[in-house]
């Protein structure tokens, strides 16, 4: 059975895909940070269901965590390794502080790079694998007051086209999704005015279900000759 391993996957999107693999038969190793008693209930569920999963918990940002959480794994596992955790800063550039900035930068720039440095020998040695990082379409086209979080997953892009080339020749295959405007937690500092705006802005005319996003991770999972591209799940949002 394949192994995949999502940070991030107590909530929302990262929930998601944890459930959308395990019914589509990989062993699912969910992380979490803070929200230990949703990881452990969505563990459950997915036993319950017939599924295989596991939780361990690592701040991605921080690398003796995911150098903890790594021992705890078998050899070679993962697998796939998909890069969903994240953190959004809504706010003018001006008034953001240090702290609010090294937040941004090191959970959703560093983690990737933890996680993907801390799997790539294991992968490299079975001359297989598979990433996928979740950055945002305004990594591509940024988003006002959202800039030092723009960056941040413009950064998560550059990142996945400089490793496709890196470990293309060893068999892993690296990609990147930039959801656009997903119903998740992450848009609770929105009213219901402002998330109705922004459906009305999408050409499909409405939020995307975190659903949307685990199907392209998916797809990328299970096809061996695509790597280092950059697919917009936004309802046209982009366009
Ligand atoms: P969410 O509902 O807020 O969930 C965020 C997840 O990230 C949680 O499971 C959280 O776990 C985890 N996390 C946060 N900091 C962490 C850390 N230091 N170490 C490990 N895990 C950590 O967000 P979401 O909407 O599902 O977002 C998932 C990804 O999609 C993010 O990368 C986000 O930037 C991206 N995205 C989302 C949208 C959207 O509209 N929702 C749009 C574009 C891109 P704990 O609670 O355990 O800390």
Redesign the pocket.
């Known amino acids: 059975m394949k192994s995949v391993l999502i940070?991030?996957?107590?909530?929302?999107?990262?929930?998601s895909m944890a459930e959308l693999f395990a019914k589509s038969g990989y062993h699912v190793i969910i992380?979490?940070?803070?929200?230990?008693d949703?990881?452990l209930a969505l563990c459950r569920k997915i036993s319950e269901g017939g599924g295989s999963a596991e939780c361990i918990?690592?701040?991605?940002?921080?690398t003796d965590d995911v150098t903890q959480m790594m021992s705890k794994l078998p050899a070679f596992s993962p697998d796939i390794l998909i890069n969903?955790?994240?953190?959004?800063h809504y706010g003018l550039l001006q008034d953001m502080t240090d702290a609010e900035y090294d937040r941004v930068m090191s959970?959703?720039v560093k983690?990737t790079f933890n996680l993907c440095r801390a799997v790539l020998p294991r992968m490299i040695s079975k001359k297989a694998g598979c990433i996928i990082n979740?950055?945002?379409?305004?990594g591509r086209r940024g988003g006002a007051c959202e800039t030092v979080?723009s960056a941040s997953?413009a950064a998560v892009i550059g990142l996945t086209l400089a490793l496709a080339k890196e470990v293309g020749p060893s068999g892993i295959t690296v990609n990147c999704i930039?959801?656009?405007?997903?119903?998740?937690?992450?848009?609770s500092s929105f009213s219901e005015e402002e998330k109705a705006a922004l459906a009305g802005d999408t050409p499909l005319m409405r939020?995307?279900l975190?659903h949307d996003?685990a199907a392209a991770a998916i797809f990328f999972a299970e096809n061996r000759f695509i790597t280092g591209q950059i697919l917009d799940v936004s309802g046209g949002f982009s366009l």
């Open positions: 940070t991030g996957a107590s909530r929302g999107i990262g929930a992380n979490y940070s803070k929200s230990q949703a990881a918990s690592a701040d991605v940002s921080k969903n955790a994240g953190v959004s959970i959703n983690g979740i950055s945002s379409i305004w979080y997953k930039c959801p656009g405007v997903i119903g998740t937690d992450m848009l939020l995307g975190p996003v």
